[in-house]
């Protein structure tokens, strides 16, 4: 993927992000991500039903990357099983931390696969799939 190609979808997705607005549910797994370094701050969250992900909602303060990152991620993850997301999240943060991963699970979240270029850039990356990770967690608990 050229690099006009990643700006221009890493743009649409800040400016015009999916499932940006939460929603008043309490079958819905939440949980909040933040970094101590930046301005992002957001609260996420998650329908499950069955072992499929069925809707994923976001709302809060962040920059063009994690805003894009969880405009993308989201589009990324609906529909999958809890199975199949495990997998993009770990093939996802292999990307960003530079270790060995499939890009064909990824789709438009490739994107990023430059980001470590710019180190202060990976945790932006990294903040909306550590939320939903540590969502998946508590399914555990």
């Known amino acids: 993927m050229n690099s006009e190609l990643k700006r221009e979808i890493i743009f649409d997705n800040y400016k015009e992000p999916t499932n940006r607005g939460l929603v008043e549910d309490s079958s819905y797994l939440k949980t909040n991500t933040h970094s101590d370094s930046c301005i992002d701050n957001l609260d996420f969250m998650m ?13 809060g303060e962040a920059c063009a990357i994690s805003t894009s990152c969880a405009s993308i991620m989201i589009k990324s993850f609906i529909g999958k099983s809890v199975d199949e997301v495990r997998s993009i999240l770990t093939n996802y943060i292999n990307m960003i931390n530079e270790k060995e991963y499939d890009s064909s699970l ?10 470590s270029k710019q180190p202060n850039r990976k945790n932006c990356a990294l903040l909306p799939m550590n939320a939903v990770e540590k969502m998946l967690e508590n399914l555990k608990n």
């Open 47 to 59: 329908k499950i039903e069955d072992g499929i992900i069925k809707d994923i909602r976001f709302d």
């Open 106 to 115: 990824l789709g438009e979240l490739n994107v990023y696969d430059e980001i």
